[in-house]
């Protein structure tokens, strides 16, 4: 979540934050309005119910959601949220690099429908420099 909201930042300039699900409550969900787009990742089991929990909540608040789940879990996604995006059902240590993909293209085409340049996002400079 982390590198889709930076992808996000980085080339079509939208303020996006990452928060882990469980954070959502510490002040978090005061954000949540009429036509907020949330971007929810339940990917993990032992979070999956949880996850779906805080999608209801902020549902509740007016917000669009689009969820990143499993194939495996993608009918109770797809009945809570307003849009779901499926990665394969893999080992849970192999989710993280699946589901960037997806958020990486989102930000991509979020930034081309924008007009971006995409290529050559302003303000950027490289961390690292070659000697």
Same mark, same amino acid.
């Given at each position: 979540?982390?590198?889709?909201?930076?992808?996000?930042?980085?080339?079509?300039?939208?303020?996006?934050?990452?928060?882990?699900?469980?954070?959502?409550?510490?002040?978090?969900?005061?954000?949540? =309005? @009429?036509? *907020? %787009?949330?971007?929810?990742?339940?990917?993990?089991?032992? /979070? #999956?119910?949880?996850?779906?929990?805080?999608? !209801?909540?902020?549902?509740?608040?007016?917000?669009?959601?689009?969820?990143?789940?499993?194939?495996?879990?993608?009918?109770?996604?797809?009945?809570?949220?307003?849009?779901?995006?499926?990665?394969?059902?893999? =080992? @849970?240590? *192999? %989710?993280?690099?699946?589901?960037?993909?997806?958020?990486? /293209? #989102?930000?991509?085409?979020?930034?081309?429908? !924008?007009?971006?340049?995409?290529?050559?996002?302003?303000?950027?400079?490289?961390?690292?420099?070659?000697?």
């Amino acid at each position: 979540s982390l590198e889709g909201s930076l992808k996000l930042k980085e080339i079509s300039y939208i303020h996006s934050e990452a928060y882990a699900a469980g954070e959502l409550k510490h002040g978090t969900i005061s954000l949540i =309005e @009429e036509g *907020t %787009l949330v971007v929810a990742l339940a990917t993990v089991n032992d /979070l #999956f119910d949880k996850t779906i929990s805080n999608i !209801k909540e902020v549902k509740a608040r007016g917000a669009v959601v689009m969820g990143l789940t499993t194939q495996e879990h993608y009918d109770d996604m797809a009945s809570v949220c307003d849009h779901v995006v499926i990665v394969p059902d893999s =080992e @849970e240590f *192999t %989710l993280p690099s699946l589901a960037v993909v997806p958020l990486q /293209l #989102f930000g991509y085409y979020v930034a081309s429908l !924008k007009g971006c340049d995409i290529d050559k996002p302003r303000n950027l400079a490289k961390s690292v420099t070659v000697e």
